[in-house]
């Protein structure tokens, strides 16, 4: 690989690190701790979406990242044909 390929294969990997930990800090820290008594207003399943976000969306959110991470790099190693 070229020094002008994994220059663009790392600027476009720490593309997909800023999208899916700015999604990561809104999920957590905005909907978790600053938006939390907006979204205590809203019930979702009997339960307040603030502590909802708190406690278990959250967690999913950080699950779903992962996936979507590995399936992007995924496409990435074969876009650069780096694929083990």
């Known amino acids: 690989m070229s020094n002008k390929s994994l220059q663009q294969y790392w600027k476009k990997n720490l593309g997909y690190l800023g999208i899916l930990l700015a999604i990561w ?4 820290y905005v909907f978790g701790i600053l938006l939390v008594d907006q979204l205590n207003a809203i019930r979702v399943g009997g339960f307040k ?27 990435l190693d074969r876009e650069f044909d780096v694929e083990e």
């Open 49 to 75: 979406l603030g502590f909802w976000f708190a406690q278990q969306g959250s967690i999913y959110t950080f699950v779903i990242l992962i996936f979507v991470y590995v399936r992007l790099m995924n496409g």
């Open 25 to 28: 800090f809104v999920v957590s």
